[in-house]
Each structure stands twice: as C-alpha cells, then as structure tokens.
Nanobody, 124 residues
Framework: EVQLVESGGGLVQPGGSLRLSCAAS????????MSWVRQAPGKGREWVSG????????SYADSVKGRFTISRDNAKNTLYLQMNSLKAEDTAVYYC?????????????????WGQGTQVTVSS
C-alpha cells in the first residue's frame, strides 16, 4: 500500500523558515518524480515544486523560486521542502504527491497518490 505522510508544518512568523518532510512507503521511491502542491483557504491547488527521479532535476513555481528548495533522500524514502523567507501568502496546506512517471508535472492528473497534507501558517 502506497503511503505518503507529511510533517513539519506549523506556525511561523513572516521571514521565518520551515522544513517539510514527506515519508514515502509502499513503492520504489527512487523511480518516481515527486512534487509539493499547496492549497490556500478558498483557493484551488497550486503546484509548488517538483523533482525528477534519477539525477533529481528540480523546478519551482515563480511564486517560490529563490526561497524554497526541494530535495529527496532516496535511501530514506523521504521528500523535503526547505522553505525560507516565508510570506503570509505561503499560508496553505502543503501536500506531497507521487507522479506515475519519472518526471514531474504541473498537472494534478499526473499524480496518482497524495499525502494527507500539513498546515503551514505564516503570521505575526
């Protein structure tokens, strides 16, 4: 059974940092691309960042480029998102998602499993 379990969310002040983790199990983690997707209150889902399998090429939404860093540890079957210089508009539930291919995508239909999400709130 595929499982994705996010952790690391919380309340942080503007300008602060958080590191999200996504523990994966039930599949060959190293073989699939992974992404982080977020959903703010009252808004649709927004793709944040993706990382390919293999060499792990990465990509970011313009809204987080230069502030967020995605990475993966295939030995630990874990996906990470380091979030720095957080802004109020980063407040959302953050989900990790498993692609059904080795390459990340901006489209929800390319992902076959999702975690339960972790809340990130940026507020003073």
């Amino acid at each position: 059974e595929v499982q994705l379990v996010e952790s690391g969310g919380g309340l942080v002040q503007p300008g602060g940092s958080l590191r999200l983790s996504c523990a994966a199990s039930g599949f060959t983690f190293s073989s699939y691309a992974m992404s982080w997707v977020r959903q703010a209150p009252g808004k649709g889902r927004e793709w944040v960042s993706g990382i390919n399998s293999g060499l792990g090429s990465t990509s970011y939404a313009d809204s987080v480029k230069g502030r967020f860093t995605i990475s993966r540890d295939n030995a630990k079957n874990t996906l990470y998102l380091q979030m720095n210089s957080l802004k109020a508009e980063d407040t959302a539930v953050y989900y990790c998602a498993k692609s059904h291919t080795a390459w990340y995508s901006h489209y929800d239909y390319e992902y076959d499993y999702w975690g339960q999400g972790t809340q990130v709130t940026v507020s003073s």
